[in-house]
């Protein structure tokens, strides 16, 4: 049986192994324990990086590519209309759509901000972080709000969107308040019941016999994924929802559009026996 950092580390290196180039020039390098292993297994290929610039979701994520010896570059500072190469980073929840939960760690902005910057998303996590839809172990949906929108204006149409009991996330120390984002905002974490993906919604089933015959448009707090994700990012004082649907990078790439997706083409989960297991996004299935 893999421990979970075994397990960690088992997907980062096939991920890394699947996914970098040595020939790249950005990589995006996401935040959380996970992505330590994935800069582990980069360095553990011994190819030369020095032309590769590595563009961090937060300062986490930054201390970690510098103590690597690898060369960060801020995500403002890249060429304008240049995409990265590749983004790894991890998630709290994937369903299987692809569809993630992120923002655990509070920096949901900057991860959407390097994903949707990225030819291809590629996900790693442990096999707990492996579910049929979202919200089905992971307990919220995180949102970065602005500190003043936060309890009157965000909470209360959260509320009203069936969310139950939706709270502002505490600091590691009470004292010091509500945990705040490198953009200086609230997080916001928001429980709903297990979210639709679409075709639940086309064939009204789902694997939950309370949702059967929903629309997916909140009846009863039963939302289909992205229908949530765009009503909540609507509200106002709401910079970024924890919520990545949508196109990935492929299908932005097919429909022309010049820039990455939310979703991730390809999604790695260490597993308790130390395999493996590998969601690769459907139009990409030889």
């Known amino acids: 049986?893999?421990?979970?950092?075994?397990?960690?580390?088992?997907?980062?290196?096939?991920?890394?192994?699947?996914?970098?180039?040595?020939?790249?020039?950005?990589?995006?390098?996401?935040?959380?324990?996970?992505?330590?292993?994935?800069?582990?297994?980069?360095?553990?290929?011994?190819?030369?990086?020095?032309?590769?610039?590595?563009?961090?979701?937060?300062?986490?994520?930054?201390?970690?590519?510098?103590?690597?010896?690898?060369?960060?570059?801020?995500?403002?500072?890249?060429?304008?209309?240049?995409?990265?190469?590749?983004?790894?980073?991890?998630?709290?929840?994937?369903?299987?759509?692809?569809?993630?939960?992120?923002?655990?760690?509070?920096?949901?902005?900057?991860?959407?901000?390097?994903?949707?910057?990225?030819?291809?998303?590629?996900?790693?996590?442990?096999?707990?972080?492996?579910?049929?839809?979202?919200?089905?172990?992971?307990?919220?949906?995180?949102?970065?709000?602005?500190p003043l929108a936060a309890v009157e204006t965000v909470i209360t149409a959260l509320q009203s969107l069936g969310s139950t009991g939706p709270f502002i996330r505490a600091g590691s120390s009470s004292k010091a308040g509500p945990e705040k984002t490198d953009q200086d905002n609230f997080i916001i974490d928001a429980p709903f019941p297990p979210l639709l993906i679409p075709r639940d919604v086309k064939t009204s089933t789902s694997l939950h016999s309370s949702q059967k015959g929903m629309d997916g448009k909140g009846e009863g707090g039963i939302w289909e994924v992205e229908t949530l994700a765009r009503e909540i990012k609507l509200l106002e004082g709401v910079l970024s929802v924890g919520l990545f649907t949508g196109f990935n990078g492929?299908?932005?790439?097919?429909?022309?559009?010049?820039k990455g997706g939310q979703k991730p083409v390809a999604a790695y989960f260490g597993m308790s026996d130390g395999s493996v297991a590998v969601r690769v996004a459907e139009e990409l299935k030889s």
């Open 1 to 146: 049986m893999a421990d979970i950092e075994t397990a960690k580390r088992n997907a980062a290196i096939r991920a890394v192994a699947d996914h970098f180039d040595p020939k790249a020039k950005y990589v995006g390098i996401g935040s959380g324990s996970t992505i330590v292993y994935v800069v582990e297994a980069i360095q553990a290929l011994k190819v030369d990086t020095h032309s590769i610039r590595f563009v961090p979701t937060g300062y986490q994520s930054r201390q970690v590519i510098v103590r690597a010896g690898l060369t960060p570059i801020a995500f403002d500072s890249l060429p304008r209309g240049v995409l990265l190469d590749v983004a790894f980073d991890g998630a709290d929840e994937i369903d299987e759509d692809l569809n993630c939960i992120k923002g655990g760690g509070a920096c949901l902005y900057q991860e959407k901000l390097v994903a949707t910057r990225a030819r291809k998303f590629i996900c790693v996590a442990d096999h707990r972080k492996l579910q049929p839809r979202l919200l089905t172990h992971w307990p919220t949906i995180p949102i970065e709000v602005e």
């Open 250 to 258: 492929s299908e932005a790439s097919e429909r022309g559009l010049q």
